[in-house]
């Protein structure tokens, strides 16, 4: 049986001979009708405030899982970033060094086209220093006998056409630089 305050105010006893005073009572049954309501009230105002305090918590809660679904999706997008980005760097490493293999094997190539450019050019060089020479040869024992000529014809008295001697250019080397002295002799045959 559920006693209310109300029910606690209202209450009445039978009267007997010899029983307590009713005064006393009444008073008795009011002050604690009093402290009951008062209890009652207490507890609907903390169930009230359990209530809004259960609500709060419910939404805190919500808002925690959300936090933590944010955070986790946060972790997983910075992870996909960064082996994304690993994977680009990787890729950019790769490529640089397979450019800098292309350039470097240009650059051999380039190294050796211009080492076999250098001993071409020697090699023409000497065959150029060989044919000079041979011309300055040749030219050096014509004005010797051209010298023998004139000697010979000042003391003959006799006037000698100078033809010099040909000289045979040295095997597997062609001339290939004409001498102006040599066009000007060609162009006056």
Same mark, same amino acid.
Not at 13 to 32: H, I, K, P, Q, S
Not at 50 to 63: C, D, F, T, Y
Not at 112 to 141: A, F, N, P, W, Y
């Given at each position: 049986m559920k006693v209310t305050p109300l029910d606690l105010r209202q209450q009445r006893f039978n009267t007997v001979m010899r029983g307590y005073d009713r005064g006393e009572v009444t008073a008795f049954l009011t002050e604690v009708a009093d402290d009951y309501e008062n209890a /009652? *009230?207490? %507890?609907? *105002? /903390? *169930?009230q405030e359990v209530a809004k305090l259960e609500a709060v918590l419910a939404e805190h809660r919500g808002q925690e899982r959300n936090l933590r679904n944010t955070l986790l999706t946060a972790q997983k997008m910075a992870d996909e970033v960064k082996d994304q980005a690993g994977t680009e760097a990787d890729r950019i490493i790769k490529e640089a060094e397979s450019r800098?293999?292309?350039?470097?094997?240009?650059?051999?190539?380039?190294i050796e086209d211009?080492?076999?450019?250098?001993?071409?050019?020697k090699l023409r060089r000497r065959e150029v220093e060989t044919t000079v020479e041979s011309l300055v040869?040749? /030219?050096q024992e014509t004005l010797a006998v051209i010298r023998e000529q004139e000697t010979r014809s000042k003391d003959e008295g006799v006037v000698l056409l100078h033809r010099p001697k040909q000289a045979e250019p040295p095997a597997?080397? %062609? !001339?290939?630089?004409?001498? !102006?002295?040599e066009k000007a002799a060609q162009g006056k045959s």
């Amino acid at each position: 049986m559920k006693v209310t305050p109300l029910d606690l105010r209202q209450q009445r006893f039978n009267t007997v001979m010899r029983g307590y005073d009713r005064g006393e009572v009444t008073a008795f049954l009011t002050e604690v009708a009093d402290d009951y309501e008062n209890a /009652l *009230r207490e %507890t609907d *105002r /903390l *169930r009230q405030e359990v209530a809004k305090l259960e609500a709060v918590l419910a939404e805190h809660r919500g808002q925690e899982r959300n936090l933590r679904n944010t955070l986790l999706t946060a972790q997983k997008m910075a992870d996909e970033v960064k082996d994304q980005a690993g994977t680009e760097a990787d890729r950019i490493i790769k490529e640089a060094e397979s450019r800098a293999d292309l350039i470097v094997q240009k650059s051999q190539a380039r190294i050796e086209d211009v080492q076999r450019e250098i001993e071409g050019m020697k090699l023409r060089r000497r065959e150029v220093e060989t044919t000079v020479e041979s011309l300055v040869s040749s /030219l050096q024992e014509t004005l010797a006998v051209i010298r023998e000529q004139e000697t010979r014809s000042k003391d003959e008295g006799v006037v000698l056409l100078h033809r010099p001697k040909q000289a045979e250019p040295p095997a597997a080397v %062609t !001339p290939s630089v004409s001498l !102006p002295e040599e066009k000007a002799a060609q162009g006056k045959s």
